[in-house]
Protein backbone atom coordinates (compact mmCIF):
# COMPACT_ATOMS: atom_id res chain seq x y z
CA UNK A 1 0.00 0.00 0.00
CA UNK A 2 1.07 3.24 -1.21
CA UNK A 3 1.72 5.65 1.59
CA UNK A 4 3.08 9.34 0.15
CA UNK A 5 2.94 10.00 -3.64
CA UNK A 6 4.34 13.02 -5.26
CA UNK A 7 2.01 12.86 -8.45
CA UNK A 8 3.60 15.25 -11.05
CA UNK A 9 4.53 18.09 -8.84
CA UNK A 10 6.33 21.06 -10.51
CA UNK A 11 7.77 23.69 -8.03
CA UNK A 12 9.94 27.04 -9.09
CA UNK A 13 11.53 29.41 -7.57
CA UNK A 14 11.39 32.79 -9.88
CA UNK A 15 13.18 31.35 -13.19
CA UNK A 16 14.66 28.45 -11.23
CA UNK A 17 13.32 25.15 -11.74
CA UNK A 18 13.45 23.06 -8.62
CA UNK A 19 11.14 20.19 -9.46
CA UNK A 20 10.51 19.06 -12.87
CA UNK A 21 7.50 17.14 -12.51
CA UNK A 22 8.46 14.74 -9.85
CA UNK A 23 6.54 11.58 -9.81
CA UNK A 24 7.63 9.35 -6.90
CA UNK A 25 5.23 6.92 -4.94
CA UNK A 26 6.51 5.31 -0.95
CA UNK A 27 4.92 1.92 -0.03
CA UNK A 28 3.97 1.85 3.47
CA UNK A 29 6.66 1.18 5.95
CA UNK A 30 9.42 1.54 3.61
CA UNK A 31 12.30 4.30 3.77
CA UNK A 32 13.38 5.95 0.71
CA UNK A 33 15.95 8.41 0.25
CA UNK A 34 16.40 11.22 -1.57
CA UNK A 35 20.26 11.84 -2.64
CA UNK A 36 21.52 14.24 -4.88
CA UNK A 37 24.30 17.54 -4.79
CA UNK A 38 22.96 20.68 -4.16
CA UNK A 39 20.28 22.30 -5.28
CA UNK A 40 18.93 19.51 -7.27
CA UNK A 41 15.50 19.81 -5.85
CA UNK A 42 15.59 16.72 -2.76
CA UNK A 43 15.04 19.76 0.35
CA UNK A 44 12.27 21.28 -1.88
CA UNK A 45 10.64 17.69 -2.20
CA UNK A 46 10.58 17.18 1.42
CA UNK A 47 9.33 20.78 2.50
CA UNK A 48 6.45 20.08 -0.03
CA UNK A 49 5.81 16.83 1.43
CA UNK A 50 5.76 19.07 5.12
CA UNK A 51 3.60 21.49 3.69
CA UNK A 52 6.43 24.43 4.09
CA UNK A 53 6.54 25.14 0.21
CA UNK A 54 3.45 25.08 -2.03
CA UNK A 55 3.76 22.89 -5.56
CA UNK A 56 3.28 25.12 -8.47
CA UNK A 57 1.72 22.19 -9.74
CA UNK A 58 0.53 18.47 -9.34
CA UNK A 59 -0.32 16.78 -6.11
CA UNK A 60 0.85 15.51 -2.64
CA UNK A 61 -1.39 12.27 -1.33
CA UNK A 62 -0.56 10.41 2.24
CA UNK A 63 -2.62 7.24 2.33
CA UNK A 64 -5.51 8.63 -0.26
CA UNK A 65 -6.27 11.93 1.00
CA UNK A 66 -5.08 15.01 -1.42
CA UNK A 67 -2.92 17.26 1.56
CA UNK A 68 -1.74 19.34 -1.69
CA UNK A 69 -3.31 22.86 -0.21
CA UNK A 70 -3.50 21.75 3.55
CA UNK A 71 -1.78 23.74 6.25
CA UNK A 72 1.70 22.14 7.70
CA UNK A 73 0.28 22.07 11.08
CA UNK A 74 -2.80 19.97 9.82
CA UNK A 75 -0.59 17.49 8.29
CA UNK A 76 0.82 14.60 9.95
CA UNK A 77 4.06 14.40 9.52
CA UNK A 78 6.83 13.93 11.67
CA UNK A 79 10.34 15.95 10.15
CA UNK A 80 13.77 16.31 11.82
CA UNK A 81 15.65 18.97 10.25
CA UNK A 82 19.13 19.72 9.67
CA UNK A 83 20.07 22.54 12.07
CA UNK A 84 19.34 21.52 15.47
CA UNK A 85 15.48 22.48 16.26
CA UNK A 86 14.83 21.69 19.79
CA UNK A 87 13.01 24.69 21.74
CA UNK A 88 15.69 26.16 23.85
CA UNK A 89 12.85 26.97 26.01
CA UNK A 90 11.70 23.36 26.88
CA UNK A 91 13.14 20.58 28.16
CA UNK A 92 14.14 17.03 26.66
CA UNK A 93 10.81 15.84 28.00
CA UNK A 94 8.70 19.04 27.04
CA UNK A 95 10.42 18.85 23.66
CA UNK A 96 9.19 15.71 22.77
CA UNK A 97 5.87 16.30 24.79
CA UNK A 98 4.94 19.55 22.21
CA UNK A 99 3.52 17.85 19.84
CA UNK A 100 0.77 15.87 22.23
CA UNK A 101 -0.24 19.02 23.94
CA UNK A 102 -0.61 20.52 20.52
CA UNK A 103 -2.98 17.80 19.85
CA UNK A 104 -4.34 18.26 23.38
CA UNK A 105 -3.52 14.46 24.24
CA UNK A 106 -4.67 13.65 28.06
CA UNK A 107 -1.54 13.96 30.40
CA UNK A 108 -1.54 10.54 31.44
CA UNK A 109 -0.96 9.62 27.96
CA UNK A 110 1.62 12.41 27.50
CA UNK A 111 3.27 10.90 29.97
CA UNK A 112 3.68 7.37 28.81
CA UNK A 113 4.55 8.21 25.33
CA UNK A 114 7.00 10.76 25.92
CA UNK A 115 8.31 8.05 27.88
CA UNK A 116 8.23 5.40 25.37
CA UNK A 117 10.04 7.81 22.58
CA UNK A 118 12.63 8.60 25.37
CA UNK A 119 13.71 5.03 25.65
CA UNK A 120 13.19 4.22 21.88
CA UNK A 121 16.32 6.70 21.54
CA UNK A 122 17.86 5.35 24.54
CA UNK A 123 18.21 9.08 26.71
CA UNK A 124 15.78 8.28 29.54
CA UNK A 125 17.73 9.59 31.62
CA UNK A 126 18.24 13.14 30.13
CA UNK A 127 14.76 13.90 30.49
CA UNK A 128 14.90 17.12 33.03
CA UNK A 129 18.13 18.50 30.71
CA UNK A 130 17.76 21.57 28.19
CA UNK A 131 19.26 21.64 24.38
CA UNK A 132 22.27 23.36 25.72
CA UNK A 133 23.65 20.93 27.61
CA UNK A 134 23.21 18.09 25.13
CA UNK A 135 25.77 16.59 22.43
CA UNK A 136 24.76 17.54 19.09
CA UNK A 137 24.14 14.08 18.48
CA UNK A 138 21.57 13.58 21.32
CA UNK A 139 19.89 17.02 20.32
CA UNK A 140 19.31 14.96 16.90
CA UNK A 141 17.98 11.72 18.63
CA UNK A 142 15.77 14.18 20.89
CA UNK A 143 14.41 15.49 17.81
CA UNK A 144 13.40 12.25 15.91
CA UNK A 145 11.76 11.06 19.53
CA UNK A 146 9.48 14.39 19.17
CA UNK A 147 8.92 13.78 15.83
CA UNK A 148 7.79 10.16 16.66
CA UNK A 149 5.55 11.00 19.39
CA UNK A 150 2.90 12.44 17.19
CA UNK A 151 2.60 8.73 15.44
CA UNK A 152 3.17 10.84 12.13
CA UNK A 153 1.88 8.97 8.86
CA UNK A 154 5.07 9.58 7.15
CA UNK A 155 8.65 10.68 8.81
CA UNK A 156 10.30 13.17 6.86
CA UNK A 157 14.07 13.45 7.61
CA UNK A 158 15.63 16.74 6.17
CA UNK A 159 19.71 15.73 6.39
CA UNK A 160 19.51 15.35 10.05
CA UNK A 161 22.97 14.39 10.23
CA UNK A 162 24.81 16.64 8.51
CA UNK A 163 25.58 19.05 10.94
CA UNK A 164 27.05 15.75 13.10
CA UNK A 165 30.60 14.30 13.34
CA UNK A 166 31.65 10.95 10.90
CA UNK A 167 31.13 8.84 14.15
CA UNK A 168 28.52 9.92 15.67
CA UNK A 169 26.81 10.20 11.93
CA UNK A 170 27.52 6.72 11.67
CA UNK A 171 26.04 5.75 14.68
CA UNK A 172 22.71 7.94 14.50
CA UNK A 173 22.01 6.09 10.84
CA UNK A 174 22.38 2.83 11.86
CA UNK A 175 19.99 4.23 15.43
CA UNK A 176 17.51 5.77 12.68
CA UNK A 177 17.12 2.47 10.43
CA UNK A 178 16.76 0.82 13.63
CA UNK A 179 14.15 2.90 14.73
CA UNK A 180 12.40 2.92 11.70
CA UNK A 181 12.35 -0.47 10.88
CA UNK A 182 10.75 -1.07 14.51
CA UNK A 183 8.16 1.09 14.28
CA UNK A 184 7.88 0.47 10.61
CA UNK A 185 7.20 4.13 9.81
CA UNK A 186 7.51 4.96 6.05
CA UNK A 187 10.29 7.26 5.96
CA UNK A 188 11.59 9.93 3.24
CA UNK A 189 15.11 10.51 3.90
CA UNK A 190 16.86 13.75 2.23
CA UNK A 191 20.57 12.99 2.19
CA UNK A 192 23.69 14.54 -0.47
CA UNK A 193 25.64 11.80 1.87
CA UNK A 194 26.10 8.64 -0.84
CA UNK A 195 26.90 6.22 1.74
CA UNK A 196 24.41 7.33 4.34
CA UNK A 197 21.33 6.41 1.58
CA UNK A 198 23.18 3.37 0.54
CA UNK A 199 23.75 2.40 3.83
CA UNK A 200 19.86 3.02 5.53
CA UNK A 201 17.20 2.88 2.38
CA UNK A 202 15.09 0.25 1.25
CA UNK A 203 14.95 2.36 -2.20
CA UNK A 204 17.40 5.60 -3.40
CA UNK A 205 16.32 8.55 -5.61
CA UNK A 206 19.25 10.09 -6.66
CA UNK A 207 18.03 13.64 -8.21
CA UNK A 208 19.95 15.83 -10.66
CA UNK A 209 18.33 19.38 -11.77
CA UNK A 210 14.87 19.08 -10.14
CA UNK A 211 14.24 15.69 -12.24
CA UNK A 212 14.20 11.71 -10.65
CA UNK A 213 17.20 10.61 -12.59
CA UNK A 214 16.61 6.93 -11.05
CA UNK A 215 14.74 4.91 -8.26
CA UNK A 216 15.94 1.77 -6.93
CA UNK A 217 17.30 -0.39 -4.63
CA UNK A 218 20.72 0.67 -3.14
CA UNK A 219 22.58 -2.41 -5.39
CA UNK A 220 20.74 -1.77 -8.55
CA UNK A 221 21.77 2.23 -8.37
CA UNK A 222 25.27 1.49 -7.79
CA UNK A 223 25.50 -1.76 -9.77
CA UNK A 224 23.09 -0.47 -12.75
CA UNK A 225 23.27 2.99 -13.05
CA UNK A 226 20.36 4.08 -15.33
CA UNK A 227 22.73 7.36 -16.33
CA UNK A 228 26.11 8.84 -16.07
CA UNK A 229 25.16 11.25 -13.95
CA UNK A 230 23.56 8.43 -11.37
CA UNK A 231 26.77 6.50 -12.10
CA UNK A 232 29.57 9.43 -11.63
CA UNK A 233 27.32 10.35 -8.45
CA UNK A 234 26.90 7.28 -6.87
CA UNK A 235 30.45 5.70 -6.01
CA UNK A 236 33.81 6.16 -7.59
CA UNK A 237 33.99 5.99 -11.56
CA UNK A 238 36.98 5.66 -13.56
CA UNK A 239 36.74 7.33 -17.30
CA UNK A 240 37.84 6.03 -20.12
CA UNK A 241 37.64 7.40 -23.80
CA UNK A 242 36.31 4.30 -26.01
CA UNK A 243 34.75 3.87 -29.36
CA UNK A 244 31.49 1.42 -30.07
CA UNK A 245 32.32 -1.47 -31.77
CA UNK A 246 28.52 -2.64 -31.77
CA UNK A 247 25.77 -3.55 -29.29
CA UNK A 248 28.17 -5.87 -26.97
CA UNK A 249 31.56 -4.28 -27.44
CA UNK A 250 33.60 -1.08 -26.97
CA UNK A 251 37.39 -0.43 -27.40
CA UNK A 252 39.46 0.80 -24.98
CA UNK A 253 42.99 1.97 -26.76
CA UNK A 254 43.00 -0.62 -29.00
CA UNK A 255 41.73 -3.29 -26.84
CA UNK A 256 38.03 -4.59 -26.88
CA UNK A 257 36.12 -4.73 -23.86
CA UNK A 258 32.82 -6.49 -23.48
CA UNK A 259 30.30 -4.72 -22.57
CA UNK A 260 26.20 -3.77 -23.40
CA UNK A 261 26.57 -0.40 -22.27
CA UNK A 262 26.96 0.44 -26.13
CA UNK A 263 23.87 -1.07 -27.17
CA UNK A 264 21.88 1.58 -29.02
CA UNK A 265 24.70 3.82 -29.88
CA UNK A 266 26.16 3.84 -33.39
CA UNK A 267 29.22 2.15 -34.50
CA UNK A 268 32.79 4.34 -34.19
CA UNK A 269 30.74 6.53 -31.68
CA UNK A 270 32.95 7.61 -29.30
CA UNK A 271 32.18 7.58 -25.67
CA UNK A 272 33.54 7.59 -22.56
CA UNK A 273 33.27 3.94 -20.55
CA UNK A 274 32.39 4.45 -17.43
CA UNK A 275 34.03 1.44 -14.80
CA UNK A 276 33.89 1.23 -11.10
CA UNK A 277 37.13 0.24 -9.31
CA UNK A 278 36.36 -2.46 -8.50
CA UNK A 279 35.97 -3.98 -11.84
CA UNK A 280 39.20 -3.12 -12.77
CA UNK A 281 41.76 -6.15 -11.98
CA UNK A 282 45.59 -6.25 -11.67
CA UNK A 283 45.83 -8.99 -14.82
CA UNK A 284 48.42 -11.04 -16.31
CA UNK A 285 49.96 -9.33 -19.35
CA UNK A 286 48.43 -9.15 -22.30
CA UNK A 287 45.25 -9.44 -20.74
CA UNK A 288 44.64 -5.64 -20.43
CA UNK A 289 45.88 -2.04 -20.71
CA UNK A 290 49.84 -1.82 -19.27
CA UNK A 291 50.56 1.13 -17.18
CA UNK A 292 52.90 2.08 -13.64
CA UNK A 293 51.53 1.96 -9.98
CA UNK A 294 51.71 6.23 -9.12
CA UNK A 295 49.84 5.44 -5.28
CA UNK A 296 48.25 2.82 -3.25
CA UNK A 297 46.12 3.29 -0.52
CA UNK A 298 45.90 0.25 1.92
CA UNK A 299 42.11 0.36 3.19
CA UNK A 300 42.42 -2.45 5.65
CA UNK A 301 40.48 -4.97 3.75
CA UNK A 302 40.85 -3.91 0.56
CA UNK A 303 43.46 -1.73 -1.43
CA UNK A 304 43.17 1.06 -3.95
CA UNK A 305 45.96 1.08 -6.58
CA UNK A 306 46.41 4.16 -8.87
CA UNK A 307 47.60 3.31 -12.37
CA UNK A 308 48.78 5.80 -14.92
CA UNK A 309 47.53 3.84 -17.99
CA UNK A 310 50.49 4.27 -21.21
CA UNK A 311 48.09 4.03 -24.27
CA UNK A 312 45.79 6.45 -22.46
CA UNK A 313 47.80 8.69 -20.63
CA UNK A 314 44.81 8.43 -17.84
CA UNK A 315 45.22 7.94 -13.99
CA UNK A 316 42.29 5.12 -13.35
CA UNK A 317 42.16 3.71 -9.51
CA UNK A 318 41.87 -0.41 -9.63
CA UNK A 319 40.11 -2.02 -5.83
CA UNK A 320 42.35 -5.01 -5.43
CA UNK A 321 42.10 -7.45 -2.12
CA UNK A 322 44.22 -10.20 -1.04
CA UNK A 323 48.07 -9.58 0.49
CA UNK A 324 49.52 -9.97 -2.89
CA UNK A 325 47.84 -6.37 -3.20
CA UNK A 326 49.38 -5.13 0.08
CA UNK A 327 52.88 -5.86 -1.66
CA UNK A 328 52.61 -3.66 -4.90
CA UNK A 329 55.34 -1.00 -4.77
CA UNK A 330 54.88 2.79 -6.43
CA UNK A 331 56.33 2.88 -9.95
CA UNK A 332 55.48 -0.91 -10.08
CA UNK A 333 54.69 -2.05 -13.96
CA UNK A 334 51.10 -3.69 -13.96
CA UNK A 335 48.49 -4.67 -16.35
CA UNK A 336 44.94 -3.21 -16.02
CA UNK A 337 42.19 -5.70 -17.16
CA UNK A 338 38.36 -4.25 -17.52
CA UNK A 339 35.02 -6.09 -16.87
CA UNK A 340 32.72 -4.35 -19.06
CA UNK A 341 29.49 -5.75 -17.37
CA UNK A 342 28.61 -3.23 -15.21
CA UNK A 343 30.01 -0.40 -17.04
CA UNK A 344 28.48 2.59 -18.83
CA UNK A 345 28.87 4.35 -21.65
CA UNK A 346 28.36 8.34 -22.16
CA UNK A 347 28.41 10.03 -25.62
CA UNK A 348 31.15 12.79 -25.91
CA UNK A 349 29.76 16.04 -27.08
CA UNK A 350 31.35 17.77 -29.28
CA UNK A 351 32.01 20.32 -26.42
CA UNK A 352 32.95 18.43 -23.89
CA UNK A 353 35.99 16.11 -26.10
CA UNK B 1 79.58 31.92 31.50
CA UNK B 2 77.76 31.27 28.64
CA UNK B 3 74.74 30.37 30.57
CA UNK B 4 75.05 32.96 33.23
CA UNK B 5 74.72 35.63 30.54
CA UNK B 6 71.72 34.11 29.02
CA UNK B 7 69.96 33.67 32.43
CA UNK B 8 70.52 37.31 32.85
CA UNK B 9 69.48 37.92 29.78
CA UNK B 10 65.86 35.77 29.88
CA UNK B 11 65.56 37.67 33.49
CA UNK B 12 66.10 41.50 31.83
CA UNK B 13 63.59 40.60 29.22
CA UNK B 14 60.93 38.93 31.60
CA UNK B 15 61.73 42.04 33.62
CA UNK B 16 61.23 44.65 30.46
CA UNK B 17 57.87 42.49 29.45
CA UNK B 18 56.26 42.99 33.08
CA UNK B 19 56.73 46.82 32.82
CA UNK B 20 55.55 46.45 29.41
CA UNK B 21 52.75 44.80 30.17
CA UNK B 22 51.80 46.57 33.41
CA UNK B 23 52.39 49.79 31.30
CA UNK B 24 49.99 48.38 28.47
CA UNK B 25 47.15 47.88 31.07
CA UNK B 26 47.50 51.41 32.30
CA UNK B 27 46.03 53.01 29.37
CA UNK B 28 42.51 51.52 29.67
CA UNK B 29 42.67 51.27 33.08
CA UNK B 30 43.35 55.40 33.36
CA UNK B 31 40.43 55.66 30.41
CA UNK B 32 38.08 53.78 33.06
CA UNK B 33 38.89 56.00 35.96
CA UNK B 34 38.30 58.78 33.66
CA UNK B 35 35.35 57.71 32.89
CA UNK B 36 34.56 56.72 36.22
CA UNK B 37 35.08 59.77 38.07
CA UNK B 38 33.30 61.51 34.92
CA UNK B 39 30.07 59.73 35.81
CA UNK B 40 30.40 58.81 39.20
CA UNK B 41 31.29 62.44 40.66
CA UNK B 42 28.03 64.38 39.25
CA UNK B 43 26.25 61.70 40.42
CA UNK B 44 28.28 61.94 44.16
CA UNK B 45 27.40 65.57 43.97
CA UNK B 46 23.68 64.66 43.28
CA UNK B 47 23.40 63.30 46.04
CA UNK B 48 24.80 65.48 48.50
CA UNK B 49 22.66 68.24 47.22
CA UNK B 50 19.79 66.72 47.23
CA UNK B 51 19.71 64.57 50.88
CA UNK B 52 21.74 66.83 52.88
CA UNK B 53 20.31 69.58 54.45
CA UNK B 54 23.28 72.08 54.27
CA UNK B 55 23.67 75.19 52.68
CA UNK B 56 25.36 74.51 49.18
CA UNK B 57 28.85 76.78 50.23
CA UNK B 58 29.14 74.67 52.77
CA UNK B 59 29.12 71.24 51.33
CA UNK B 60 32.97 70.29 51.37
CA UNK B 61 35.05 67.31 52.75
CA UNK B 62 34.60 68.31 56.34
CA UNK B 63 30.66 67.69 56.05
CA UNK B 64 30.51 65.12 54.18
CA UNK B 65 28.50 62.70 57.11
CA UNK B 66 26.59 66.02 58.07
CA UNK B 67 22.72 65.94 58.20
CA UNK B 68 21.79 63.47 55.61
CA UNK B 69 17.94 63.70 55.48
CA UNK B 70 15.04 62.01 52.89
CA UNK B 71 13.54 65.03 53.40
CA UNK B 72 13.48 66.56 50.09
CA UNK B 73 11.80 63.80 48.90
CA UNK B 74 9.26 63.13 51.35
CA UNK B 75 8.44 66.07 50.38
CA UNK B 76 8.48 65.84 46.67
CA UNK B 77 6.47 62.96 47.29
CA UNK B 78 3.53 65.15 49.12
CA UNK B 79 3.27 67.64 46.14
CA UNK B 80 -0.54 67.08 44.75
CA UNK B 81 0.77 66.47 41.08
CA UNK B 82 3.78 64.34 42.51
CA UNK B 83 1.35 60.80 42.16
CA UNK B 84 -0.94 61.73 39.11
CA UNK B 85 2.28 62.65 36.93
CA UNK B 86 4.01 59.66 37.56
CA UNK B 87 0.80 57.33 37.47
CA UNK B 88 0.20 58.63 33.43
CA UNK B 89 4.01 58.26 32.90
CA UNK B 90 3.47 54.65 34.01
CA UNK B 91 0.24 54.22 32.16
CA UNK B 92 1.75 56.00 28.85
CA UNK B 93 5.12 53.95 29.34
CA UNK B 94 2.67 50.60 29.40
CA UNK B 95 0.51 51.48 26.52
CA UNK B 96 3.52 52.51 24.67
CA UNK B 97 5.61 48.94 25.29
CA UNK B 98 2.33 47.09 24.49
CA UNK B 99 1.72 48.81 20.98
CA UNK B 100 5.45 48.79 20.21
CA UNK B 101 5.92 45.31 20.93
CA UNK B 102 3.05 44.46 19.21
CA UNK B 103 4.38 46.38 16.20
CA UNK B 104 7.88 44.97 16.05
CA UNK B 105 7.58 41.64 17.02
CA UNK B 106 5.40 40.58 14.37
CA UNK B 107 7.30 43.06 11.89
CA UNK B 108 10.75 41.33 13.06
CA UNK B 109 8.97 37.77 12.43
CA UNK B 110 7.46 38.79 9.03
CA UNK B 111 11.16 40.61 7.70
CA UNK B 112 13.24 38.05 8.75
CA UNK B 113 11.38 34.49 7.84
CA UNK B 114 9.52 35.90 4.16
CA UNK B 115 11.49 39.53 3.38
CA UNK B 116 15.13 38.53 4.25
CA UNK B 117 15.97 41.35 1.89
CA UNK B 118 13.63 43.62 3.58
CA UNK B 119 15.39 44.05 6.67
CA UNK B 120 18.04 46.43 5.39
CA UNK B 121 15.24 48.97 4.46
CA UNK B 122 13.90 48.16 7.79
CA UNK B 123 16.51 48.92 10.11
CA UNK B 124 16.83 52.36 7.72
CA UNK B 125 13.23 53.45 8.73
CA UNK B 126 13.18 52.48 12.10
CA UNK B 127 16.47 54.74 12.58
CA UNK B 128 14.64 57.69 11.34
CA UNK B 129 13.81 58.88 14.05
CA UNK B 130 17.26 59.09 15.80
CA UNK B 131 17.75 61.73 13.25
CA UNK B 132 14.85 63.85 13.55
CA UNK B 133 14.46 66.10 16.07
CA UNK B 134 12.04 65.49 18.64
CA UNK B 135 10.50 69.10 18.23
CA UNK B 136 10.88 68.53 14.40
CA UNK B 137 8.11 66.01 15.05
CA UNK B 138 5.77 67.07 17.05
CA UNK B 139 5.75 70.18 15.45
CA UNK B 140 4.72 68.49 12.34
CA UNK B 141 1.84 66.29 14.40
CA UNK B 142 0.75 69.24 15.87
CA UNK B 143 0.23 70.90 12.40
CA UNK B 144 -1.34 68.51 11.17
CA UNK B 145 -4.12 67.32 14.37
CA UNK B 146 -4.49 70.50 15.42
CA UNK B 147 -6.82 71.45 12.68
CA UNK B 148 -8.13 67.96 11.53
CA UNK B 149 -8.33 65.80 14.78
CA UNK B 150 -7.69 68.19 17.60
CA UNK B 151 -9.16 65.50 19.78
CA UNK B 152 -6.56 63.59 19.36
CA UNK B 153 -4.06 66.22 20.62
CA UNK B 154 -6.19 66.71 23.50
CA UNK B 155 -6.03 63.25 24.79
CA UNK B 156 -3.13 62.69 26.96
CA UNK B 157 -2.82 59.71 25.53
CA UNK B 158 -2.01 61.35 21.76
CA UNK B 159 1.62 60.79 23.51
CA UNK B 160 1.62 57.09 23.23
CA UNK B 161 2.11 57.05 19.04
CA UNK B 162 5.04 59.49 19.74
CA UNK B 163 6.55 57.46 21.92
CA UNK B 164 6.23 54.55 19.38
CA UNK B 165 7.97 56.17 17.22
CA UNK B 166 10.62 57.92 19.53
CA UNK B 167 11.77 54.40 21.32
CA UNK B 168 11.86 52.66 17.77
CA UNK B 169 15.79 52.67 16.67
CA UNK B 170 16.36 51.64 20.41
CA UNK B 171 13.68 48.64 20.32
CA UNK B 172 14.08 47.56 16.77
CA UNK B 173 17.05 46.88 17.19
CA UNK B 174 16.52 44.85 20.30
CA UNK B 175 13.99 42.67 19.22
CA UNK B 176 15.96 41.84 15.44
CA UNK B 177 18.91 41.08 17.73
CA UNK B 178 16.49 38.90 19.60
CA UNK B 179 15.45 37.02 16.19
CA UNK B 180 18.68 36.48 15.31
CA UNK B 181 19.94 34.79 18.23
CA UNK B 182 17.75 32.29 17.54
CA UNK B 183 17.23 30.02 14.06
CA UNK B 184 13.21 30.97 13.95
CA UNK B 185 13.00 29.57 10.75
CA UNK B 186 13.93 25.94 11.85
CA UNK B 187 11.87 26.79 14.81
CA UNK B 188 8.72 28.28 13.33
CA UNK B 189 8.87 25.23 11.07
CA UNK B 190 9.38 22.34 13.71
CA UNK B 191 6.47 23.68 15.80
CA UNK B 192 3.88 23.58 12.82
CA UNK B 193 4.88 20.25 11.88
CA UNK B 194 4.27 18.75 14.97
CA UNK B 195 0.86 20.44 15.02
CA UNK B 196 0.93 23.93 16.34
CA UNK B 197 -0.85 26.92 14.56
CA UNK B 198 0.75 30.30 14.28
CA UNK B 199 -0.41 31.44 17.15
CA UNK B 200 0.41 29.03 19.26
CA UNK B 201 3.60 29.13 17.34
CA UNK B 202 4.13 32.46 18.60
CA UNK B 203 2.98 31.63 21.75
CA UNK B 204 4.64 29.19 23.40
CA UNK B 205 8.44 28.61 21.13
CA UNK B 206 9.08 32.49 19.42
CA UNK B 207 8.13 34.80 22.68
CA UNK B 208 9.63 32.45 25.12
CA UNK B 209 12.52 32.00 23.43
CA UNK B 210 12.73 35.97 22.61
CA UNK B 211 11.96 37.02 26.47
CA UNK B 212 15.33 38.85 27.02
CA UNK B 213 15.32 40.50 24.01
CA UNK B 214 11.59 41.66 24.38
CA UNK B 215 12.08 42.99 28.25
CA UNK B 216 14.89 44.60 27.29
CA UNK B 217 12.92 46.24 24.68
CA UNK B 218 10.24 46.89 26.94
CA UNK B 219 12.87 48.58 29.15
CA UNK B 220 14.32 50.91 26.59
CA UNK B 221 10.96 51.77 25.81
CA UNK B 222 9.96 52.36 29.56
CA UNK B 223 12.85 54.41 29.80
CA UNK B 224 12.41 56.77 27.04
CA UNK B 225 9.11 57.40 27.99
CA UNK B 226 9.75 58.30 31.27
CA UNK B 227 12.69 60.38 30.32
CA UNK B 228 10.71 62.20 27.50
CA UNK B 229 10.31 66.35 27.85
CA UNK B 230 10.45 68.09 24.55
CA UNK B 231 7.14 66.24 23.19
CA UNK B 232 5.38 66.49 26.55
CA UNK B 233 6.35 70.39 27.25
CA UNK B 234 5.20 70.73 23.22
CA UNK B 235 1.81 69.57 23.84
CA UNK B 236 1.41 70.92 27.45
CA UNK B 237 1.09 67.24 29.06
CA UNK B 238 1.98 66.98 32.31
CA UNK B 239 3.76 63.88 32.48
CA UNK B 240 6.03 63.14 35.44
CA UNK B 241 9.09 64.64 33.63
CA UNK B 242 7.50 68.07 33.14
CA UNK B 243 6.72 67.52 36.96
CA UNK B 244 10.02 66.74 38.04
CA UNK B 245 10.94 70.15 36.00
CA UNK B 246 8.95 72.73 37.31
CA UNK B 247 9.64 71.36 40.54
CA UNK B 248 13.15 71.64 40.44
CA UNK B 249 12.42 75.46 39.32
CA UNK B 250 10.77 75.90 42.54
CA UNK B 251 12.52 73.78 45.04
CA UNK B 252 15.74 72.46 43.27
CA UNK B 253 17.00 70.36 46.11
CA UNK B 254 13.83 68.22 45.61
CA UNK B 255 14.15 68.11 41.78
CA UNK B 256 17.12 66.60 41.84
CA UNK B 257 15.94 63.89 44.68
CA UNK B 258 13.06 63.33 42.15
CA UNK B 259 16.07 62.89 39.27
CA UNK B 260 17.85 60.74 41.68
CA UNK B 261 14.44 58.47 42.54
CA UNK B 262 14.11 58.24 38.82
CA UNK B 263 17.41 57.30 38.05
CA UNK B 264 17.67 54.41 41.04
CA UNK B 265 14.24 53.07 40.08
CA UNK B 266 15.17 52.47 36.30
CA UNK B 267 18.37 50.98 37.60
CA UNK B 268 17.05 48.70 40.23
CA UNK B 269 14.57 47.44 37.30
CA UNK B 270 17.21 47.30 34.84
CA UNK B 271 18.85 45.00 37.41
CA UNK B 272 16.24 43.06 38.75
CA UNK B 273 15.25 42.01 34.53
CA UNK B 274 18.62 41.48 33.96
CA UNK B 275 18.66 38.87 37.04
CA UNK B 276 15.55 37.11 36.14
CA UNK B 277 16.32 36.90 32.04
CA UNK B 278 20.13 36.21 32.44
CA UNK B 279 19.09 32.21 33.12
CA UNK B 280 16.86 32.21 29.89
CA UNK B 281 19.10 34.31 28.02
CA UNK B 282 21.91 30.90 28.48
CA UNK B 283 19.27 28.45 27.67
CA UNK B 284 19.14 30.17 24.12
CA UNK B 285 22.92 29.48 23.23
CA UNK B 286 23.59 26.19 22.06
CA UNK B 287 27.06 24.54 23.26
CA UNK B 288 28.54 21.41 22.31
Not at chain 1, 157 to 180: F, H, M, N
Not at chain 1, 310 to 332: F, K, N, P, Q, W
Not at chain 2, 218 to 245: D, H, Q, Y
Request: proline share 4%; hydrophobic share 45%; aromatic share 8%.
Amino acid sequence: MTALIYGAVRKTFGTNVALEGLDLALTTGELVSLLGPSGCGKTTALRIAAGFERADSGTITVAGKDITNLAPHKRNMGMVFQGYSLFPNLTVEGNVEYGLRTRKVPAEERRRRVGEMLELVQLSTMAKRYAHQLSGGQQQRVALARALAIKPEVLLLDEPLSALDAKVRATLRDEIRRIQTELGITTLFVTHDQEEALAISDRVGVMSDGKLEQLGAPTEIYRHPASAFVARFVGSMNQLPASVLGPDAVQVAGMTVATTAGAGLATNQQVRLLVRPEDLALVEENAGLPGSVTATTFQGTSTIVAVRLDALDALVSVHTRGASAAAITLGERVVVGIDGTRAVCEIVTEDAA
Amino acid sequence: MATSMSMSTSTSSGRSEKRRRRLGRLGPNLVLITAAVFFIAPLVSMTRFAFQTIPMVKLGWSTLFDRWSLKSLTEAFKEPFFWPTLALSLKLAAGTVFITLALLIPTGLYVHLRLPKARGLVEFLTVLPYVVPPIALVAGVAAFFRPNARWFLNSNYSLVPLYVVMALPFTYRSIDAGIRAIDVRTLVDASRSLGASWPATLRRVLLPNMSASIIASAFLTATVVLGEFTIARTLAKNTFPIFSFDYFGRKAQGGISLALFTLVGTTALLGFFTLVTRGKARRQVTRF
